[in-house]
């Protein structure tokens, strides 16, 4: 999923409370020391160094969506790729995608670390738990960590099988209706 520093992940702790990884460190080889500990408005509470410099599209997440206490963020190098060709994944090829995750929008481009990424999530984030960021990666949301990194992990798999079939020349959807079943499942597990 990632490569050297890159990515980023929180978990809201309580209203006051939001734990974030440290700016520039290896998600692979994290320690304690790696996480900081801030205030919803991004204020350093605890924790030696810098937090993430996606800071700001973690605290817009939790400020929009009372129901997510994780976010994941990080450039996984399938979903990236559609990314990067501005090209949609498509949730209704694959029932766990429909299930677990719901569509996927492709946000605008907004430059990384600043208020345009939060902005360019703005007409999505209260409707999706996975967000594709154009020429930059993927942020998944959960109820938990788990749960976040787990739609991570389905998104990626996702765009993998998706360049796949593309390359052997044929995507064929889920039928409508059952679409819709599959969406309901997911609706009762949220
Ligand atoms: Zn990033």
Redesign the pocket.
């Known amino acids: 999923m990632l490569a050297g520093s890159?990515?980023?992940m929180s978990i809201r702790l309580d209203r006051d409370r939001v734990l974030i990884t440290r700016s520039g460190v290896a998600k692979g080889r994290l320690t304690p020391d790696d996480i900081i500990l801030v205030d919803p408005d991004g204020r350093h509470v605890r924790g030696d160094g810098e937090p993430s410099t996606?800071m700001l599209m973690h605290l817009f997440v939790y400020r929009e969506r009372p129901d997510v206490m994780a976010c994941v963020?990080?450039?996984p190098p399938y979903a990236t790729a559609f990314a990067v060709a501005g090209i949609p994944l498509e949730a209704d090829i694959l029932p766990e995608v429909v299930v677990y995750v719901g569509d996927i929008p492709l946000t605008k481009y907004a430059s990384?670390g600043t208020n345009a990424v939060p902005e360019s999530l703005a007409p999505y984030v209260k409707d999706h738990n996975a967000f594709l960021?154009a020429n930059?990666?993927l942020l998944t949301v959960g109820k938990t960590l788990e749960q976040a990194l787990n739609r991570h992990e389905t998104v990626e798999q996702l765009a993998r099988i998706l360049a796949q079939a593309r390359q052997l020349g044929a995507v064929n959807r889920i039928p409508r209706t059952d679409i819709d079943r599959l969406s309901a499942i997911r609706r009762d597990h949220d």
């Open positions: 890159g990515g980023n996606e963020h990080s450039h990384p960021l930059h990666g």
